[in-house]
């Protein structure tokens, strides 16, 4: 104490302590130095220094950390560097997918297994990220996670085969499990839960120009040159990634760490990797009926096991009791739901743009592009939107609104046009970001600081899991179309694809539901909702509002 008392109070910007607590703490010692003491003549100019005051001109220069300001306001486009990697991966695959097949002479719809295990990957190794952010640090876990997903890049680019390709995403996958979410920790652990919503909307928005310009890069590399350099692109962005990291971002580790469940995360793999295995090959023909529900019988058992397991640990791999929180839970299950649907689109809209309406990658691409663009134009208006309307107007009416759009694209025919295309895709987008930018802010509205990072486990492992059952979801119930309208085999036509755009729509509409039982001031505190509202009362509200 006497430390701070000599330099005057606490520094701003002290790290780990929170802006109000610094404020109170800082009132505190000052409200003590001007009291003076009896060694004191009263009241002067200076400070307390073990009874006596001392003079501004001899008052010591406290030593400040060096860069740490600077680097802690880039730390979000820092880990929109990793981010804007990952989704660049995620829709440049996307829209190469159908040149891809046919360079090694598989089914399109085969190919779903080189996005599915990607995301397999993700949510599997995804329960050890916060453990291993926690015991080796922030910037070690970080930059080595880029490291691997630059490697399982360049192997994806090696591939001449559907299983290579598959082994190499994987590889890919492990990478991406340790490196999105541990930025987005780190975010959490040095942003007030007040500046977060701003704080996750810039650390997005340049991670956002990945999917506007994935599209297009995709498209024409596979139209004009060969498609391995989709992956191989990633080479360059992941080095100066590295880079950045390990100048910039401090190795944060915490004191008290959180013993490894070993046991939950060897039952929580083997259930995600068999469910999501499972309800990927459910009428397919890749698999007998009786292999199928036998490997979903035992992803349901171990899943089981696992619940049954986590209610005996005080700290388990993926903690459930969490969803008690109904912020948590809302976003949770309701954004799981969500997810499902909006995460089929990359994968059916680059297929029915190239398989079903015969278009080039190059103008796929130029067209889903514009998905991308409406996602960036929102992530500016989010929060005066949450800040105006609230968490649960904003996510109901939304999710509605978003459902909808996305069964629209079921109406979508070779002769549309395409500006009609393109502004139906542009509307997806822009709402479709609005609800992921309030789904991401309210997981962390009632979450004590010590469970963040099992908190961000948790929902990030939900995150891929629903994003990979909307793969799932759409390649299953388009192949099922197509084994009714055209026989096992057959080439896929336009009208295969309606019946997939409207359920994934309809499931999009219906995570409403979740939001709808949310209190009109949920997640107040981040979206400054309930401050807004209070702004017109005497004299208090101005209290609240600041």
Partial sequence: ?????????????????????????????????????????????????????????HRPIPAMPPAMPRATRFIPFIIACALFMENLDATVIATALPEIARSMGEDPLRLSLAMTSYMLALAVFLPVSGWMADRYGTRTVFAAAIGVFTVGSILCGQSDGLYELVGARIVQGLGGAMMVPVGRLILLKTVPKEKLVAAMAQMTLPALIGPALGPLVGGFIATYASWRWIFYINVPIGLIGIALVLTLI???????RDPFDGRGFMLSALALAALMFGLENVGRGVLPPVAVAGVLGLGFAAAWLYLRHARGMERPVLDPSLLRLPTYFASVMGGTLFRIGIGAVPFLMPLMLQV????????????????AAGALTMKALAGPI????????????????S??????????????????????????GFFRSLQFTGLNSLAYAEVPKECLSRANTLASVMQQVSLSLGVAVGATVLHLTQSVTGGPGAALTPTDFVPAFLTVGGMACVSALFFLRLPPDAGAEISGHRARARAKEPPRALEAAD
């Fill in 1 to 57: 104490m006497l430390p701070l008392l000599r330099h005057g109070g606490f520094p701003r910007g002290l790290p780990g302590v929170p802006g109000e607590t610094q404020a109170g703490l800082q009132g505190a010692v000052s409200a003590r130095a001007c009291q003076g003491s009896p060694h004191s003549d009263g009241f002067r100019t200076g400070e307390v220094q073990i009874g006596k005051v001392v003079p501004p001109s």
């Fill in 250 to 256: 401090p190795n944060v580790r915490e004191t008290e």
């Fill in 356 to 371: 079903g309406f015969g278009r080039t990658p190059f103008e796929s691409g130029a067209l889903t592009f514009a998905g």
């Fill in 386 to 401: 949450l800040r105006r309307l609230g968490f649960r107007r904003v996510l109901t009416a939304n999710a509605l609104l």
């Fill in 403 to 428: 459902g909808l759009i996305l069964a629209s694209y079921a109406a979508f025919r070779p002769e549309t046009a395409h500006w009609v295309i393109l502004g139906a895709l542009l509307m997806g």
